[in-house]
């Protein structure tokens, strides 16, 4: 009995404690009592309970809504580092929800992780101004639907990690159902809409130090008419890229990788990198540079950057001997560069993994540096030399500083031209990059022909002894150049209205006065560069200036423009 009375007596003493705790704190208040546990010890257990309970019923909730969420909202995420991301930003410039929004960011370029994509102002000597929604939540309605986005910046400190000073950005777009439909419909909109905005334009990515391809620039394709060679040299690369690219089958066929090389060699300021890039417009390709002179370049890099180059694409090493040659006291001596650097440039050239459907261009201005393994048959298919200027050469440099202004109706039909060009820019669903006249030209050959092989390894000035297995042809005006907007083009005619058109016997007189093989191109440019209007004063001039270069070479090529910077 004594037992049954001292029960009572400790239910009454806890009695009020217990009266305000909830269900499960009273079973554990309970449970305690029983265990003789004091009442300090119970409190604590008590909360352990409950926050133990709390975590339970938080992982087992968001599980919950994540799966709820799957099933009835569809999202596509877009990361700053990928260029996705500059298709939605470009995209969003144009939204209707863009002009409305009334939190929003302005910018003068589309800006991905270590991009800058410039574009067009509304005025040609302003930086161009785009307004884009703000970080943040943002509703907005695409094909009657409601869709959300959602734009956050990560911390500085992951952006400063990644290699890179712009702000790391992720993009989230989502719609309540179950299709994907929508998103893609958008996604693939906006990769048209980028398209278009480049498809007149030539694109060039540069490799960085952490493996990744990044986009430094894009320029207006530059027609290779421009580029001031013999043009058989111009038939015969042109018909060999064009006959590459169409005869993808032919290669599988007969189990030969699918890549093409070109070395193109010879004196500085020949106008070897202006020639590739008027070659990527004509073709419709985008370029990919590799610096090999760049320390940070690994193997393991260098493989990396091959295999993510696209399968149609210009592959681009400039300056190939710079990797083989290092400066020891002002002098260039053969660098003893080690096995390991040899094998990684020849793995990215035709290893494992080398990407197949690109075509391979190799500068150099030493080719008695480079490493016979490195241009054999096979790596390089082709070899053009590129020497100093021909008087040829130096007569039609000059008739083009100076050609004849163009009459009113050249004018108007300009105008009209270049209205259509962007109107059907606007509108157009382009599904491809613009292919060159040229190109569908040659599409129409039967693609079971076989690509003709050629050693090009002989001078530009000896153009008779050149092999031309087809006649030339007049084909169609290279692609023009992506319209200028109308300060910019009343700036050009004004220009071309007052420069002096160069007459027939002018040019003759001055390419008499230019000796065989001694100039470059760069620096007969960089001469008449001085006189761009008055083609007379050049004609003055041009005695003295060559005889002043005589005597001191180097000013012939070290203190003038490499026609490759020029445009």
Known sequence: MEGHA?????????????????PIGLIVASLAERLGV????????????????VAVGRYFGGTIYAYIKKRIVVTAEFDSRDESYSWILNWLTDHPYSTKATQFSVSTSICRAGQRLTGEGLDAHLPPVYFLPAPGFHLFTYHSRILWLSRDRVSKSASAASGTNAPLETIKIGTFGRSRHILERLVFEAQKKYIDRDQSRTVVYAADQYGAWRRTRSRPKRPLS???????????????AHDFLRSEQWYSDRGIPYRRGYLLYGTPGSGKTSFIHALAGELGLNIYVINLSNKSLTDDTLAELVTDTPTRCLLLIEDVDAAFVQRVKGQDVVNNITFSGKSRLLNAIDGVAAQEGRILCMTTNHIDRLDPALIRPGRIDLRVEFTRASKEQARELFERFYPPPPSEEEEEAECSAEDEIAHVERTSAVESKLISPWSQELVQEPETMPPRRWTLDRRLTSTAEMLDPTPATSRPNSPSPRPMSSANRR??????????????EQADLFASMIPNDTFSMAALQGFLMEYKSRPELAIAHVSAWVEQNLKDPRTSTTNTPDPDTEE
């Not at 007596?9 to 009266?19: D, E, F, T």
């Not at 004091?38 to 309970?53: K, R, S, W, Y």
């Open 38 to 53: 004091g009442e300090f010890a119970t409190g604590g257990l008590q909360l352990a309970v409950l926050g133990g309970l």
């Open 226 to 240: 421009t580029i001031v060679i013999p043009s058989s040299i111009k038939r015969h690369l042109l018909h060999d």
């Open 6 to 22: 001292a029960m009572p007596y400790s239910i009454s003493r806890r009695g009020p404690a217990l009266a305000t705790l909830p």
């Open 491 to 504: 700036a050009s005619r004004m220009v071309r209205r007052q420069s002096v058109a160069a007459t027939p």
